[in-house]
């Protein structure tokens, strides 16, 4: 919310509407379907649903969805998991089988492997046979992420994680990071990559990449640079589909467990977010109406 002012000035600032007040925020939940529109055919009233992307909007008791973001939810799998689970195990699946297509055997570069993103990437790199070195903040951080599969960790905090990687690969770097964080970690993450290697720059919790000078991907490797997202790993629906079809077939076989530490009511969605920038959380916050 704000002051007419201040709602003003944002619209002027972001002349796309989904960017203006007011803003519901939240991508992934799960609940049952009251009703669906004359032309759904594939969705009836009281499905068990659960969907992973926008629009945003999650952070609400009822609402109407797009019928083509919406999956259908195992039996095995209930509400509180999917709604955790959705958006992240979707993002792990479109990194790890979509963006760099890991076979197995693999060493690989993950930052913030304790939160919920990265417990998922620790079990799901572990199912598949990769070794995954994670950052984390601090020795609790990293027994919970060796816990979910982590090969080794690095405490970013004491560590310099350039040196760490080199030193846990006998100095042949990896061929692939996947870095939700952003500007902070940026430079380091090419210097761990071998040449021609992946980096995959899916978030940016500290702040966006800015700047980005394409020459140094030259001197350090001819190295490549995506920035998904998951919305354009969704579409058709098909590939949606298939990707939780995928992520529910990992988790009702327990290679994937979600681990959710913290659970608030929908009115205390603010303190949510509060402890989230403190970094008091870990694994995922699931929020119930």
């Given at each position: 919310?704000?002051?007419?002012?201040?709602?003003k000035?944002?619209?002027?600032?972001?002349?796309?509407?989904?960017?203006?007040?007011?803003?519901?925020?939240?991508?992934?939940?799960?609940?049952?379907?009251l009703a669906?529109?004359?032309?759904?055919?594939?969705?009836?009233?009281?499905?068990?649903?659960?969907?992973?992307?926008?629009?945003?909007?999650?952070?609400?008791?009822?609402?109407?969805?797009?019928?083509?973001?919406?999956?259908?939810?195992?039996?095995?799998?209930?509400?509180?998991?999917?709604?955790?689970a959705?958006?992240?195990?979707?993002?792990?699946?479109?990194?790890?089988?979509?963006?760099?297509?890991?076979?197995?055997?693999?060493?690989?570069?993950?930052?913030?492997?304790?939160?919920?993103?990265?417990?998922?990437?620790?079990?799901?790199?572990?199912?598949?046979?990769?070794?995954?070195?994670?950052?984390?903040?601090?020795?609790?951080?990293?027994?919970?992420?060796?816990?979910?599969?982590?090969?080794?960790?690095?405490?970013?905090?004491?560590?310099?994680?350039?040196?760490?990687?080199?030193?846990?690969?006998?100095?042949?770097?990896?061929?692939?990071?996947y870095?939700?964080?952003?500007?902070?970690?940026?430079?380091?993450?090419?210097?761990?990559?071998?040449?021609?290697?992946?980096?995959?720059?899916?978030?940016?919790?500290?702040?966006?990449?800015?700047?980005?000078?394409?020459?140094?991907?030259?001197?350090?490797?001819?190295?490549?640079v995506?920035?998904?997202?998951?919305?354009?790993?969704?579409?058709?629906?098909?590939?949606?589909e298939?990707?939780?079809?995928?992520?529910?077939?990992?988790?009702?076989?327990?290679?994937?467990?979600?681990?959710?530490?913290?659970?608030?009511?929908?009115?205390?969605?603010?303190?949510?977010?509060?402890?989230?920038?403190?970094?008091?959380?870990?694994?995922?916050?699931?929020?119930?109406?």
């Amino acid at each position: 919310g704000g002051s007419a002012g201040t709602e003003k000035a944002w619209r002027l600032a972001n002349p796309n509407p989904s960017q203006r007040f007011p803003q519901y925020p939240g991508y992934s939940a799960a609940g049952r379907v009251l009703a669906v529109g004359a032309n759904v055919k594939f969705l009836k009233e009281g499905d068990r649903v659960a969907y992973g992307q926008g629009p945003l909007g999650a952070y609400a008791d009822l609402r109407v969805m797009p019928p083509a973001m919406v999956v259908k939810l195992p039996k095995k799998i209930g509400f509180d998991d999917a709604a955790a689970a959705m958006l992240k195990g979707l993002t792990v699946q479109y990194l790890f089988r979509q963006t760099y297509r890991l076979q197995g055997g693999e060493t690989i570069l993950f930052h913030a492997a304790a939160g919920g993103v990265g417990l998922i990437a620790c079990q799901w790199a572990r199912a598949l046979g990769v070794k995954l070195i994670g950052t984390v903040s601090s020795p609790e951080k990293a027994a919970l992420a060796k816990k979910h599969g982590a090969w080794a960790t690095i405490d970013y905090t004491k560590e310099n994680f350039v040196e760490r990687v080199k030193e846990l690969t006998g100095g042949a770097k990896v061929p692939v990071v996947y870095d939700g964080v952003g500007k902070d970690t940026w430079e380091g993450s090419l210097d761990c990559l071998q040449p021609r290697g992946l980096m995959v720059s899916f978030g940016n919790a500290s702040g966006a990449v800015t700047g980005v000078n394409l020459g140094i991907l030259a001197a350090k490797g001819s190295l490549f640079v995506t920035r998904p997202t998951l919305g354009t790993h969704a579409v058709p629906r098909s590939r949606l589909e298939a990707s939780a079809e995928e992520l529910f077939d990992m988790m009702t076989s327990g290679k994937i467990k979600v681990e959710i530490d913290q659970r608030y009511k929908l009115e205390d969605a603010a303190q949510a977010h509060i402890d989230l920038a403190s970094r008091r959380t870990t694994g995922s916050s699931v929020l119930v109406p």
